[in-house]
């Protein structure tokens, strides 16, 4: 790619390499890494595609990872969730527009959103369900809890430059073990792809996601079995908890936790209109 000299002319060259290594949105991606290697708006990219580009080795190096699949996420190190700015590194899953989803399920479960409601998030990752809950109520407290520790930094960074590092506390720990309730709130998006799907997921999830944070065993459904009984064990008796789940997993999801006395309440569905958390209680 080199010998481009202009924002235009960068543009044009990076989306070419990209479309041809089959990436569906090879221009967006491009104008993104473009603006990131600039350090400039996205905006700007379009409003003056006349400007010189000095060096474009750092552009050049990321568009020839993004050809490898890399995400865009990791070039970018950062993901839009609930319209807040979160960091990704590839310690942590990409956080999915699909898990607003549940953070809009458990809004609208709560009956008093000024309530000192206390919150816990299994399998935080970046930390940006509990923080999207946390930033919508303001007198809540939460927890976040993950298995891998350098996930949890980028939480903790999360939380603070979100301003919420005062009402959230990230700790390590395998799912609910040694953890005593009771919590007003639960939330999980536990890793659920069945273990031997992950293989012939999109290059972008199989090769850079961390594994931990998609292999759900052989059915997908280990962490639900695991989380289950200590949900009903750590929910409040007025409380309520929201879990999410992969494509048409809701039935078992529902069976396991039922057979846990946790009180199916209902379904919520994302915006392509599939079925994607469950809401339970205890009564
Ligand atoms: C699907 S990711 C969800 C991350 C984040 N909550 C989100 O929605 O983007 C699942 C998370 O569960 C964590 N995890 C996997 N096994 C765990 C365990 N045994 N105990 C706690 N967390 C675990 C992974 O490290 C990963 O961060």
């Keep these: 790619m080199s010998g481009v000299g202009s924002i235009g002319a960068c543009l044009e060259e990076g989306a070419r390499c990209l479309a041809a290594a089959g990436i569906p949105d090879a221009r967006r991606d491009a104008r993104l890494i473009l603006a990131h290697a600039l350090g400039i708006e996205p905006v700007t990219i379009l409003g003056y595609p006349e400007r010189p580009v000095e060096d474009a080795s750092r552009y050049e190096g990321l568009i020839a990872r993004r050809a490898a699949r890399e995400p865009l996420s990791h070039l970018t190190g950062r993901r839009e969730f609930w319209s807040l700015d979160f960091e990704v590194t590839p310690a942590t899953l990409d956080p999915r527009a699909d898990s607003e989803t549940l953070v809009e399920a ?80 639960i939330v999980s998006n536990p890793p659920y792809i069945p273990a031997g799907e992950i293989a012939g997921l999109q290059p972008e999830v199989a090769k850079f996601e961390p594994r931990r944070a998609l292999d759900g065993g052989a059915d997908g459904l280990d962490a639900y079995r695991r989380l289950g009984p200590d949900i009903y064990r750590i929910l409040d008796p007025g409380g309520v908890a929201v879990l999410e789940f992969g494509l048409g ?33 205890k009564r």
Excluded: Y
């Excluded at 923080?131 to 976040?144: D, M, Q, R, T, V």
């Excluded at 520790?149 to 430059?161: D, G, K, Y």
């Design 106 to 185: 458990a809004l609208a479960a709560i009956q008093d959103s000024d309530a000192p409601l206390s919150i816990v998030d299994f399998g935080t990752g970046t930390g940006c369900l509990l923080l999207a809950l946390l930033s919508e109520l303001p007198n809540a407290k939460g927890l976040g809890i993950d298995i891998a520790e350098e996930t949890l930094a980028v939480a903790r960074r999360n939380a603070a430059r979100l301003g919420l590092a005062e009402r959230a506390l990230f700790a390590i720990g395998d799912w609910c073990d040694s953890l005593a309730g009771p919590f007003d709130l």
């Design 249 to 281: 997993q809701g039935p078992a999801v529902a069976r396991l936790m039922s057979a846990e006395r946790l009180i199916p309440q209902g379904f919520s569905t994302d915006i392509a209109g599939h079925e994607r958390c469950l809401i339970l209680a």
